[in-house]
T-cell receptor
């Protein structure tokens, strides 16, 4: 079983819709969680950190469920510019950083 | 403020040759990381420098890979001799602190193709 698993998608979503995807992690001692965004042939860029209490940044909401070992990302009122691959990233207590393979999102006009 | 830069952006070499990749982190960032993404797979950690010291090199695939960070500024990753399976995108990232929540900033990557 992979340490960090994501649905690869693609998720094809009409502009303006709400989309959500999850990421599960296997190491219960994982310490920090992040969502990164990666555009085609570009480097990953931090979208948001994920805090235990959940956090929101504009149209984006991240949640952490430690009991079930998953994190989620919700995008409201999706824009064409949201089309990208979203990478789930987990940092363990030994500072190891583990990436998921990413979920591809296509926002359709 | 300049971001993380990597050189070259692309490299095409033949099996058995040597290639050296360079990463310049954000100025003042003590932490420097190397990652690799092989086609169809997830980004994988290779190693982590704190200043000039190797903090963790558990992700280095084998002894054909050598990373250095002399003086604690830029870093190089040398592959010698290169094999076909070394093809992929090599990312470098840097961060300021070692706090678990600290953001890592990624460079644009070097796309390596071994023929």
């Amino acid at each position: 079983r992979k340490e960090v698993e994501q649905d690869p998608g693609p998720f094809n979503v009409p502009e303006g819709a709400t989309v959500a995807f999850n990421c599960t992690y296997s190491n219960s001692a994982s310490q920090s969680f992040f969502w990164y965004r990666q555009d085609c042939r570009k480097e990953p860029k931090l979208l948001m950190s994920v805090y235990s209490s959940g956090n929101e940044d504009g149209r984006f909401t991240a949640q952490l469920n430690r009991a079930s070992q998953y994190i989620s990302l919700l995008i409201r009122d999706s824009k064409l510019s949201d089309s990208a691959t979203y990478l789930c990233v987990v940092r363990n207590r030994d500072d190891k950083i583990i990436f998921g393979k990413g979920t591809r999102l296509h926002i359709l006009p | 403020e300049a971001g993380v830069t990597q050189f070259p952006s692309h490299s095409v070499i033949e099996k058995g040759q040597t290639v050296t990749l360079r990463c310049d982190p954000i100025s003042g960032h003590d932490n420097l990381y190397w990652y690799r993404r092989v086609m169809g797979k997830e980004i994988k950690f290779l190693l982590h420098f704190v200043k000039e010291s190797k903090q963790d090199e558990s992700g280095m695939p084998n002894n054909r890979f050598l990373a250095e960070r002399t003086g604690g500024t830029y870093s190089t990753l040398k592959v010698q001799p290169a094999e076909l399976e070394d093809s992929g995108v090599y990312f470098c990232a840097s961060s300021q602190d070692l706090r678990a929540s600290d953001t890592q900033y990624f460079g644009p990557g070097t796309r390596l193709t071994v023929l």
